[in-house]
């Protein structure tokens, strides 16, 4: 039976950061993961490209029961911290619109990078753990392939719920739960969202436009690219409000973000009247949605004012209720997690179990859409990579 200071439960971004800078330190690391692989939805983010972080990532583009939780480990291990280690690794990146950064080549490069970061840990690819026990102090686990190792600290950097196709599952939960460390109601979040019934039926023939929004829940809205979709909407902007929307409750899209419709239909009544109102919105929209919007409404001559601002509203402040989400198939990350409340801040132990720390996605702590994710997972993975 092999001892070790660390064992790090998860190859993702979190493990292998933490792995990383606990190697660093000293430590003698174990990294066990089921997948074949490590890194494998660092590999697949970004299209393939890996928005790795945003330079602008603070504590308010997370959500989390305790929103001041994340404050310290992203204050301690930062945006800029995470691109000078890019950089030193003389990895090709640029930057996109809202502070997100991609690599110029594969997603593969980051994974490569964490690789010989934490070349002094052993990696062990192919192996679940069966079962964990305290053993007062320190740990005993019980792996698939009947071998059974100890360590002082137990990292769980298991992820969440999402993508189950690459071996998502809640492992993490089950474990802090076994430890009496609480866990907050997950679900799934960044995930498009669905419509059934009559609006479905309007919806799918729209399916694959595409255009800049506004996509609103109460007091948040995100103005990002909308996609229509067989089963509802999706795209950037859907995904972030995703995150803040619950069932029962309608989401406000404004699809023309920068403009007045009622404003521009009004001008466009007195000039020329005899313009239909599909041929005014398709110079705005595109013509399929500016054909689903018009309807057989004549020419702009011929509508009341009520009847005009009717029709604005259905652009500017076009209201539906989802029926629900595409789930944790699609969904980019699970909202909810480990409940901060039992975990350090500063180190992410449990504060009830010496040696058990919490770090990553599998945490209450998540991101907005566009490389704040993975932030998270730096950031925390580097904390307990210092603590433990």
Excluded at 40 to 62: D, L, M, V, W
Excluded at 111 to 140: C, I, N, Q, W, Y
Excluded at 183 to 195: K, M
């Amino acid at each position: 039976m092999e001892a070790f200071d660390v064992v790090v439960i998860g190859a993702g971004a979190a493990g292998m950061m933490c792995a990383a800078a606990a190697a660093r330190r000293g430590r003698r690391v174990l990294v066990l993961d089921s997948a074949d692989a490590p890194g494998e939805k660092i590999r697949i983010s970004g299209g393939g490209r890996c928005n790795f972080t945003n330079r602008h990532a603070t504590p308010a583009q997370f959500l989390s029961a305790n929103p001041s939780f994340c404050i310290s480990a992203l204050s301690r291990y930062t945006p800029q911290d995470f691109i000078a280690l890019v950089d030193r690794h003389g990895i090709a990146w640029h930057e996109k619109t809202l502070g997100q950064l991609f690599c110029d080549g594969p997603a593969t490069q980051i994974v490569a990078m964490l690789r010989t970061e934490m070349a002094d840990a052993r990696l062990r690819l192919k192996t679940r753990v069966a079962h964990v026990e305290s053993t007062s102090p320190g740990f005993l686990l019980r792996l698939s392939d009947g071998e059974s190792v100890t360590c002082a600290a137990l990292v769980v950097a298991t992820g969440g719920k999402s993508i189950p196709r690459m071996g998502a599952s809640d492992f993490g939960y089950r474990l802090a739960a076994q430890f009496g460390v609480a866990v907050t109601e997950t679900r799934p979040a960044l995930v498009p969202l669905t419509f059934d019934g009559a609006l479905l039926e309007r919806l799918k023939p729209l399916a694959g436009v595409a255009l800049p929004a506004r996509a609103a829940c109460g007091k948040t809205s995100f103005d990002e690219a909308l996609l229509v979709t067989h089963r509802g909407l999706s795209g950037p902007a859907i995904l972030q409000i995703s995150s803040y929307w619950r069932e029962g409750r309608e989401i406000a899209v404004n699809l023309l973000p920068d403009a007045d419709a009622l404003a521009a239909l009004r001008a466009a009544r007195r000039q020329n009247g005899k313009q239909s109102p599909h041929n005014l919105l398709a110079t705005l929209l595109p013509r399929r949605l500016a054909r689903d919007i018009a309807g057989d409404t004549g020419t702009l001559a011929d509508l009341s004012d009520a009847r005009l601002k009717a029709l604005a509203a259905r652009i500017n402040d076009w209201r539906v209720t989802p029926s629900g989400t595409e789930g944790y198939r699609t969904a980019e990350v699970t909202l909810g997690g480990v409940d901060t409340r039992g975990l350090d801040s500063r180190t992410l132990q449990a504060r009830a179990v010496p040696g058990l720390y919490f770090i990553g996605e599998v945490v209450d702590v998540t991101g907005w859409l566009g490389g704040y994710n993975f932030q998270w997972a730096w950031s925390s993975g580097w904390c307990a990579g210092q603590a433990v």
